[in-house]
């Protein structure tokens, strides 16, 4: 059984390429979660380099590295746990990538995105497993994104039944700045499939 938390839903700005400001308004905005009190806080997508971001492929730092540490930091200083979305360098390999940071300021588990966009498919590497770990909160999961779509909702459906009463899942959607939220209410893609599996485990 899950215990009742209070989630934070980091929603700052992400700008391509801006490593020091991005990880900047990611400090702040955990500092803000605490100052909520917050039990925990979920950043977005890729929040240190932007989703897409062409020369990910030279900027982007291994896990642990300079910017998993900084956001480790950060999460020790204000005592509460975090989700991050980050780019992940491995050899010669990038991948998008989360990672869930204890209160103590430890990695307690990281995830890459399996269900890559066309768009994304020359950058990334597709992440091929899942993972659920125990955090100071219950046993939990990642998926990021488009992970999410009903077609991958296989993906939830799998942590579900590994255990996870939390599934934690950054994301760097967004919307045209015309678009119509009461004709075409943004979420609704995958929120009914997200509905029927919280109905189906309890996650």
């Not at 979660?33 to 291994?62: H, K, M, Y």
């Not at 799998?158 to 979420?187: E, F, K, N």
Request: one cysteine or more; aromatic letters at 6%.
């Amino acid at each position: 059984m899950l215990k009742s938390i209070r989630v934070g839903m980091g929603q700052m700005l992400v700008e391509g390429g801006a490593l020091e400001a991005n990880l900047e308004r990611a400090i702040a905005f955990i500092e803000e979660a605490r100052e909520r009190v917050c039990d925990l806080l979920i950043l977005p997508e890729c929040l240190d380099l932007g989703w897409t971001f062409a020369d990910s492929r030279n900027l982007a730092q291994p896990i642990p590295g300079q910017v998993s540490e900084i956001l480790c930091e950060g999460a020790r200083r204000s005592g509460i746990e975090v989700v991050a979305g980050v780019t992940e360098r491995e050899g010669d390999r990038v991948y998008n990538a989360s990672i869930w940071i204890s209160k103590q300021g430890e990695i307690l588990g990281r995830h890459r995105k399996i269900n890559l966009l066309d768009i994304a498919r020359d950058l990334y590497t597709p992440g091929f497993s899942l993972s659920v770990f125990e955090s100071s909160i219950g046993p939990v999961g990642m998926t990021i994104c488009a992970d999410n779509f009903p077609e991958s909702l296989d993906l939830a459906r799998s942590l579900a039944r590994m255990g996870a009463r939390l599934i934690a899942s950054p994301c760097a959607w967004a919307v045209d700045s015309d678009h119509d939220q009461r004709t075409d209410p943004y979420g609704d893609l995958w929120r009914g499939s997200y509905g029927a599996l919280t109905r189906e485990w309890e996650v």
